[in-house]
């Protein structure tokens, strides 16, 4: 799993914020803003909604979640099952089951 960000893009749209300055708001280094930035590393939850609290945005617009490309998601995509509902169909059903044999 792997996250994808756009903190350089907030940065610069907030005014060319530093990584100095975001990491200021945040309580972390600056090293620790330019390897989440860099996608060195992900961030812990704590700081990713925090970071998110600086641009004004949700955590969903700053960080993205990229899958790994392990066949994992494709398994699961597997066991997804479409059910139709067709009401007359069903009415069809209980109509034949009122034949009285158990």
Request: charged share 30%; net charge negative.
């Amino acid at each position: 799993m792997a996250l994808a960000n756009e903190i350089r893009r907030y940065r610069f749209d907030s005014g060319e914020m530093t990584q100095k300055e975001l990491a200021g708001y945040v309580g972390v280094s600056r090293q620790t803003i330019n390897a989440i930035e860099g996608d060195k590393y992900p961030p812990s939850l704590d700081v990713a909604f925090k970071i998110a609290d600086v641009f004004g945005a949700s955590i969903e617009d700053v960080f993205l979640y990229v899958p790994d490309d392990d066949g994992l998601h494709e398994f699961a995509a597997g066991l997804v099952i479409e059910v139709t509902w067709d009401e007359n169909e069903n009415e069809n059903e209980n109509e034949n089951d009122d034949s009285g044999e158990n």
